[in-house]
């Protein structure tokens, strides 16, 4: 398990908050998103700011965080490849269990289970969870986003009676030639 450091500016430290179950702690602070708070085709840019809004609540078995996050959004549109801005905003509630007395191995082991760190919880894996749930698996620019033409690549949303004047490949040149049913004349 790595150990949490407490300059980072997401592990929050709970010495403060103390351990009688009721007290609760209020933390309001502007954090420095960290890398990959996103996914690929969208995130909250490295190092922008994330505006995040606690409450510490000491109960039996740990603390309770409960909280709201909000945060600008960078990405590209999965159609047209458009930059696409918006803005994100989450709430999370999680109990970060006391990790005394508690054997480290099994602990470990324990995916569900988020702990306190000598008093330090650490609310990046929250936050990053929570974000990334809030996302659209596709995001678009907008929702009909008419994507990019096949024959030149042009966004269709800015052009959108595109057409081009149909080449006809070769191949199938002979075939439009083909006498059919309903006449042969052509314009
Ligand atoms: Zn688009
Ligand atoms: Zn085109």
């Known amino acids: 398990m790595s150990t949490l450091d407490a300059r980072n500016p997401l592990v929050l430290d709970t010495r403060d908050l103390g351990r009688r179950p009721g007290h609760e702690q209020q933390v309001t602070r502007t954090v420095p ?11 909250v840019p490295e190092g922008s700011p994330v505006e995040i809004d606690l409450r510490l609540e000491a109960v039996m078995e740990g603390v309770l965080v409960t ?3 909000s945060a600008a959004l960078e990405g590209e549109c999965v ?4 930059p696409i801005e918006d803005e994100v905003e989450v709430t999370f509630q999680e109990l970060f269990v006391y990790d005394d007395g508690r054997d480290a191995e099994l602990s470990e082991d324990d995916d569900e289970v988020s702990m306190l760190q000598d008093d330090l919880l650490d609310l990046e894996p929250l936050l990053r969870d929570a974000i990334v749930l809030a996302l659209p698996f596709q995001p678009l620019c907008s929702d009909d986003c008419p994507g990019l033409c096949a024959e ?3 966004r269709l949303a ?3 009676n595109h057409s081009h004047e149909a080449p006809i490949d070769p191949r199938w040149a002979a075939l439009t030639e083909l006498p059919t049913s309903t006449g042969t004349e052509s314009d």
């Open 33 to 43: 998103a960290p890398p990959d708070l996103g996914i690929e085709v969208l995130a």
């Open 67 to 69: 909280g709201e996050a």
């Open 79 to 82: 159609r047209c490849l458009e």
């Open 152 to 154: 030149c690549g042009a």
């Open 158 to 160: 800015d052009d959108p």
